[in-house]
């Protein structure tokens, strides 16, 4: 990535890309996948609750010991003994969370020193941003801050730094008498979790009692949990079934959940919809076309086996002919003459033949975000192998893409800044859909216009969950027996305009929505080919590819059956993640 990691944005970018793979590394778990700082498994969010695996600063250290917190909990803590193991006081579960993610980190294998670094790393600096935020001048704050530090350096077998040991050492002084035992017991039991929870509830248990009996109501608790800086103390905690979209946590973000906001849009004044083969030239269609054509020579793959599945696959059994002159079935009347000249002629019956036929229509939908561009060849050409084996196995197809018509909002971000910003404007961009192949056309007639996918300077910037719907809608306009919808894509949604202005989640969010929507209440059948990635935590139905190396007759294979399965799959078909 050659933009500045400093920059939050840029940041950003690079844990979408990065966290998934290197999670999936160290955890063996191929169905992992991280988005906006929120780690899923398949579609469902897997509870980081620890307080202190909240956001820090933006900062590439601080990235690095969050994924490889994340990453122990994964393979160190068991869910469900930790649910049941949960108490329902919040601020018994703020320390009991706590204590579980100190005990992973505490057993970081000693063969991964980086690691160690990394996680002791984000740790102070949480412990720093603590002390910053003025938590520590309310009696939770400097409770909460002292029970972690003395728990850190009991499990880690380290002293307290000096930076906070005048702080808490009266704090120390008055709950060792109580807790002394306890604290004693955390390393020793560290290696079993649920040796490891007798003692972490006890303390958890006391700080809760510690805290009502001084605060007295939850309002005053929730009080206390909040900094003029921002920072805060986690007292809502993630569910493992929540598959709402991760939410911001920062005071400066103007992000909001599906649930309380719904999506919105600026303005639509300079939205298009237009065929792909109109804005490129007719003579650069035909040079990229050639390219396309003479790779697809060099390849070698067989396009009739391709199709001989699709038509297998997708085709039904109608029948819709007779066949005559059979020696059983229905006595053909229009034969008894044949019968009464000749005994011995019993080919007087005929019979209804079950026909295959292929009444399905395929949407393809291909991200054209600028990340896409150094895909653009081979995406071009497994489009146009599946488009021709689609069309020649009988099924209707349609190649839609999406973009932006510009850069960072363009008129749209305009139009909203001279009307002084408003608050949550929604999506800021001039959407592009565009249309390779319609329904209508034949392959060879479209063939021009899918080598378009090649023109780079269409690929801009991406909203996926609008494009979704776009495409949903013209599957379900058309006339067929199963209506199936992939989509190509390398990452997130991105448009940096409604990004900025209404926080990381929004488009996300919303991409999540509509594939729920019509997953749960349309007969569209929804699938991603991730680029490099695997998108299972907008796509149950999902397979990951790695086009630079491996595009051959397996993969495109492997691609048909994913999309003419019917099942609904809660793990990534053969996912690149598996050799990260």
């Known amino acids: 990535m050659s933009s500045d990691l400093s920059a939050p944005l840029a940041l950003e970018k690079y844990s979408d890309a990065v966290g998934g793979p290197f999670i999936r590394t160290l955890t063996l778990n191929p169905l992992l996948q991280w988005s906006n700082n929120t780690l899923y498994q398949g579609t469902e969010i897997v509870p980081l609750d620890a307080t202190h695996l909240n956001k820090v600063r933006d900062d590439l ?17 068991e869910a469900s003994l930790h649910g049941l193991s949960s108490p329902e006081d919040e601020a018994a579960r703020l320390v009991f969370d706590l204590l579980e993610q100190l005990r992973v980190e505490s057993l970081a294998p000693p063969s991964l020193p980086g690691m160690h670094k990394n996680i002791q790393r984000r740790f102070l600096r949480w412990a720093e941003e603590f002390v910053e935020s003025g938590l520590c001048e309310t009696a939770i704050g400097i409770l909460v801050l002292t029970i972690a530090l003395i728990s850190w350096s009991r499990l880690n077998r380290a002293p307290v730094p000096e930076d906070f040991g005048d702080l808490i050492e009266a704090t120390r002084a008055n709950i060792v008498g109580e807790l002394g035992g306890h604290f004693f017991a955390l390393p020793r039991l560290a290696d079993s979790q649920e040796e490891f929870s007798i003692p972490a509830l006890e303390i958890s248990r006391w700080v809760a009692r510690a805290i009502s009996s001084a605060q007295g109501t939850s309002q005053e608790l929730q009080r206390q949990t909040r900094s003029r800086n921002g920072f805060r103390l986690q007292l809502h905690f993630q569910s493992p079934t929540n598959n709402v979209a991760p939410v911001a946590l920062s005071s400066a973000s103007k992000v909001a959940s599906a ?23 007719s003579a650069q269609l035909s040079e990229l076309r050639a390219q396309m054509d003479a790779e697809i020579v060099a390849s070698r793959i067989n396009l009739a ?41 019993h080919n007087v019956f005929k019979d209804e033949v079950d026909c295959l036929i292929n009444r399905s229509a395929v949407v393809i939908l291909i991200d054209c ?23 020649q196995a009988g099924g209707s197809v349609e190649v839609l893409g999406f973009t932006t018509r510009a850069w960072s909002g363009g008129r749209a971000l305009k139009d909203w800044q001279k009307a002084d910003s408003p608050d949550d404007p929604g999506r800021l961009s001039e959407i592009e859909h565009l249309i390779f ?5 034949g392959w060879p007639t479209a063939r ?16 996926d969950g609008e494009a979704v719907e776009w495409a949903c809608e013209r599957l379900r306009s058309m006339t067929a027996s199963r209506r199936i919808l992939t989509v190509i894509s390398d990452g997130c949604p991105m448009d940096s305009a409604t990004h900025q202005a209404n926080g990381a989640a929004y488009l996300d969010s919303h991409l999540q929505s509509v594939v729920s929507h019509y997953t749960r209440t349309s007969d569209v059948e929804i699938s991603a080919i991730g680029v490099g990635l695997d998108l299972g935590c907008f796509y149950p139905k999902r397979i990951a590819v790695d086009l630079q190396s491996d595009f051959n007759e397996t993969l495109l294979l492997d691609i048909a059956r994913m999309m003419a399965s019917q099942k609904l799959r809660g793990q990534s078909w053969k996912a690149l993640t598996t050799r990260a």
């Not at 250290?61 to 803590?77: F, I, P, Q, T, W």
């Not at 849009?265 to 490129?280: I, K, L, P, S």
């Open 369 to 391: 975000s600028g990340s896409m561009k150094t895909h653009a060849s081979q995406v071009s050409l497994m489009v146009d192998f599946l488009a021709r084996s689609l069309e």
């Open 305 to 345: 086996r391709l199709t001989r599945y699709f038509r297998r696959q997708l085709s039904s059994p109608m029948r819709e002919k007779w066949e005559f002159s059979l020696e059983q079935g229905y006595l053909d009347a229009a034969r008894l003459t044949q019968l009464i000249a000749d005994p011995r002629n």
């Open 448 to 463: 021009r216009s899918i080598a378009a996918l090649r023109r780079l300077d269409l690929y801009r910037e991406g909203v």
């Open 61 to 77: 250290g601080d990235l690095r010991g969050l994924l490889d917190g994340a990453s122990l909990k994964v393979r160190l803590s």
């Open 259 to 281: 649930e309380r906001v719904r999506y919105r849009v600026f303005t639509r004044a300079y939205d298009r919809e237009v065929e792909a083969a109109r804005v490129v030239r």
């Open 437 to 441: 192949k319609s329904s209508s056309q």
